[in-house]
C-alpha cells in the first residue's frame, strides 16, 4: 500500500492537475476578437454602397421630377384670375367745376397671353373685363366711368430654363387705355381721351407640374387723360394705377 502511495506522489504534476474545459485560454480571445473585427469591416463597404445607391435613386428622381417642369423656350401660356387697379390718390383738379378728382378701387375678372421665344425673354398682353369706377369731386361720389387697360410688355425670366419650382420675372413695355361710358349724376356731360402710357411689371410663378402654376403679378400703369366737362377741354386727370393680379397659369 504505501508503496502505491509512493508512486502517485511522484507522477508529475501535469498529469494531477486538470484546467477546467470552459476557461477561454487568451490567445483565443484575441482570434475572436479579430474575426469579428474582419467581418465588420467586410460588411462595411456593402452597407456604404447601398446607402448610396439608395441617395442616388432619390436624387435622380428629384431631377428627373425638376427636369419635366418644362419652362423655357417656346412655350405659350395663359394666366387668369382677378385684377384690382388702384388708382393713385388725388387724381387731379377740374377748374372749370371747382373740383378735386379721386377715382376709386374695382376689381375684375383678368387674364393675359404670352410667349417665351428664349429661356429667359417673353412677351405678354395683359386682357380684362372693363373696370368700372366710381369718380368723387370734392370727396363725393359724384359719377363713375368704365375702362379697358389692354397693356404690352416684354418680359425677362432670370430662372428661366432651369430646374426652379419658383420663376420670378419683370417686364416694362405700354399701356392703351380706352374710356367709356363717362357719367356725372347731376347730369354734367363727361368725357375721358383714351390714353397712351408706359408700363412696368413684376410677377413669379410657382410652378406646380409641366403645365400649371400659380401666379401672382402686378403693374404699373401711367394713364393720363384730358378731360371734357360740358363740351370744352379743361384739365388732366392722372390715374396711374398699380394693378394686382393673382390666379392660375397653364403653359402649352
Known amino acids: 500500500m504505501s508503496d502505491v502511495v509512493t508512486r502517485s506522489a511522484s507522477l508529475p504534476a501535469h498529469l494531477t492537475s486538470r484546467s477546467p474545459r470552459s476557461a477561454a485560454r487568451p490567445w ?14 467586410g460588411a462595411a463597404p456593402a452597407m456604404a454602397a447601398d ?55 374695382d376689381s375684375a375678372f383678368a387674364f393675359t397671353l404670352g410667349y417665351r ?7 405678354e398682353l395683359l386682357a380684362a373685363q372693363d373696370f368700372d369706377h366710381d369718380i368723387s369731386l370734392n370727396g363725393q361720389k359724384a359719377g363713375s366711368v368704365d375702362h379697358l387697360p389692354p397693356t404690352l410688355t416684354l418680359q425677362y425670366y ?25 357719367t356725372l349724376d347731376d347730369g354734367t356731360r363727361l368725357e375721358m381721351d383714351d390714353s397712351w402710357g408706359a408700363a412696368a411689371q413684376i410677377g413669379v410663378d410657382l410652378v406646380i407640374n409641366e403645365h400649371w402654376a400659380a401666379n401672382v403679378a402686378a403693374w404699373y400703369l401711367d394713364i393720363d387723360s384730358d378731360v371734357t366737362v ?20 397653364y403653359r402649352f
Not at 483565443?28 to 469591416?41: C, D, F, P, R, W
Not at 442616388?56 to 421630377?65: A, I, R, V
Open 117 to 123: 421665344f428664349t429661356d429667359t425673354f417673353g412677351i
Open 28 to 41: 483565443q480571445i484575441l482570434a475572436l476578437a479579430g474575426l469579428t473585427s474582419l467581418a465588420t469591416l
Open 158 to 182: 432670370p430662372l428661366g430654363g432651369r430646374e426652379s419650382r419658383i420663376q420670378p420675372y419683370i417686364g416694362a413695355g405700354v399701356n392703351y387705355t380706352h374710356f367709356s361710358d363717362e
Open 230 to 249: 360740358a363740351g370744352s377741354v379743361n384739365d388732366k386727370v392722372e390715374i396711374d394705377p398699380i394693378v394686382t393680379m393673382a390666379g392660375i397659369s
Open 51 to 105: 446607402s448610396l445607391n439608395a441617395s442616388s435613386h432619390g436624387s435622380l428622381n428629384s431631377l428627373s421630377s425638376l427636369s419635366s417642369l418644362n419652362y423655357g423656350a417656346g412655350q405659350f401660356w395663359t394666366r387668369a384670375g382677378v385684377a384690382k387697379v388702384s388708382p393713385k390718390s388725388d387724381n387731379g383738379r377740374i377748374d372749370a367745376i371747382g373740383a378735386d378728382v379721386d377715382v376709386d378701387d
